[in-house]
């Protein structure tokens, strides 16, 4: 059985919590696309970690932990992530990555940094991890692919090629130091040796799985609306984040993916410009930053502020939909527990007309919040293991947007921690 979990808005909006709960019944743990670019934050026996690369599924010992080809692998990356674990006790996790994965590389992230620079106040709020850069040389096809470490004369070769591409950017639009080929050429082979242990032929590996009826979750980053196809363009990141793309970025037929839990903020937040119709700024937006999330709404990976908003039923049922979800689980209902009455947008007004399907990106920058008003539950909810047993005003609440997201709302997640769950 293949399960994928995904987000439904545009990231943080708890998935690494709930693939963390979800895991225990696995097998395998897959990470399908992106990079180190965003940050899971899982909390269990071991403590607090923020994973951005490895699968969240490295804190059981019985599960296997898969990078797959679609993912953008950064290798000393995933070997100092493997080595915290390994310095706050957690035991060495069993990891495989695929053979097919493209190798982040130095140049890279040099690329997006200067590329953020050139932008200044106009870029588009890159983690410069190397995502788009990376993503552009793999379509483009002067990625290398893991398996091609390991051909020390063509590697040379190719190196030397792709340098002589990088170099005129790097000389002539940034105004940077070049690269050079022979260090380059030296740091993947050292590459190769760090990422040796782990190389896997990983299609083949999971149709053999799947012949043994092993449990495999399928681990999406970010979430629909960073999608680059189907999210807010060009806001969005570099690899598909929808659950389809899980059976190309990690080798299984399309049909395999029988389960689709999409994770559903019941808030909104963003991280980076872009239109966000249901936004709150000032002290209203500076209250739910701070009791939000666990410890405030600052993105796991960058420390920035995130934006904040209502919960936007319009953008997130067009979530569910892209990604085909077949449940949602409802996560940081906690956090709401303050308020005295929680806006709902449930319509956008776009030139005077409303509507309720989420529109290309230029008509969303002209997007105007149409709001309904539920009443708040006043109480502190984190503990509670029983649906029937929340606040009614709260019920309501959960209700409300599942009538809204037209998807069942199985799980709602009422706190940080692995076991603060209510299944429905
Ligand atoms: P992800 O990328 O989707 O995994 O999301 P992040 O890890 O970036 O952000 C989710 C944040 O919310 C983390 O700090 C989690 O520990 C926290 N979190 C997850 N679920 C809940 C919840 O139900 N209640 C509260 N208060 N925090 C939660």
């Not at 200067?114 to 190397?130: D, I, Q």
């Not at 937040?269 to 936004?279: I, K, L, M, Y």
């Not at 039923?313 to 709401?336: M, N, P």
Request: hydrophobic share 35%; net charge negative.
């Amino acid at each position: 059985m293949v399960r994928a979990i995904v987000g439904a808005n545009c990231g943080d909006e708890g998935k690494g919590k709930i693939t963390d709960m979800l895991a225990k019944e696995s097998d395998i743990v897959i990470r399908f696309q992106g990079g180190s670019n965003a940050g899971h934050t899982i909390i269990n026996n071991y403590g607090k970690f923020a994973l951005h690369l490895l699968p969240s599924g490295v804190f059981y010992g019985h599960i296997t932990n898969i990078i797959g080809n679609g993912v953008a692998l950064n290798i000393p990356y995933l070997l100092e992530e493997l080595k915290s674990l390994e310095d706050r006790g957690v035991p060495a996790p069993h990891i495989l990555v695929s053979d097919r994965a493209q190798i982040m590389m130095p140049y890279h992230i040099l690329q997006d940094t200067y590329e953020e620079a050139r932008l200044a106040g106009k870029s588009f709020g890159s983690t410069k991890s190397g995502i788009a850069p990376f993503y552009s040389d793999k379509y483009a096809k002067i990625g290398f692919q893991v398996s091609e470490l390991y051909d020390k004369e063509a590697l040379k070769e190719k190196v030397e090629r792709v340098c002589e591409i990088k170099n005129v950017l790097f000389e002539h639009l940034y105004h940077k130091p070049l690269i050079d080929p022979e260090e380059l050429y030296e740091t993947l082979l050292s590459y190769a040796d760090m990422v040796k242990p782990y190389i896997c032929d990983v299609s083949a590996y999971l149709h053999q799985a799947m012949k043994e009826g092993k449990n495999i979750l399928l681990e999406g980053q970010l979430g629909s609306l960073k999608d680059p196809d189907h999210g807010i363009y060009p806001m969005v990141t570099s690899s598909s984040t929808l659950a389809a793309y899980g059976a190309i970025g990690a080798g299984i037929p399309p049909y395999e993916i029988r389960q689709i839990t999409a994770v559903v903020k019941a808030y909104s937040s963003a991280v980076g410009a872009g239109a966000f119709v249901s936004e709150i700024f000032g002290d209203e937006a500076d209250e739910l930053r701070r009791r939000g999330g666990d410890g405030g709404e600052f993105g796991a990976t960058t420390g920035r502020p995130r934006r904040m908003g209502w919960f936007d039923a319009v953008a997130s049922r067009y979530g569910c939909r892209i990604q085909g979800a077949t449940e949602a689980a409802l996560t940081v209902l906690d956090v709401l527990g303050y308020l005295d009455e929680l806006p709902v947008c449930v319509g956008y007004e776009i030139d005077g007309q409303v509507t309720r399907d989420f529109p290309t990106t230029d008509k969303l920058n002209r997007a105007v919040p149409v709001y309904e008003k539920l009443p708040g539950w006043k109480c502190d909810i984190r503990g509670i293991r029983r649906y029937e047993e929340l606040p009614e005003n709260c019920r309501r609440y959960v209700e409300f947007i599942e009538k809204e997201l037209e998807v069942p709302v199985t799980m709602v997640s009422n706190g940080p921690g692995r076991d603060d769950i209510i299944m429905r």
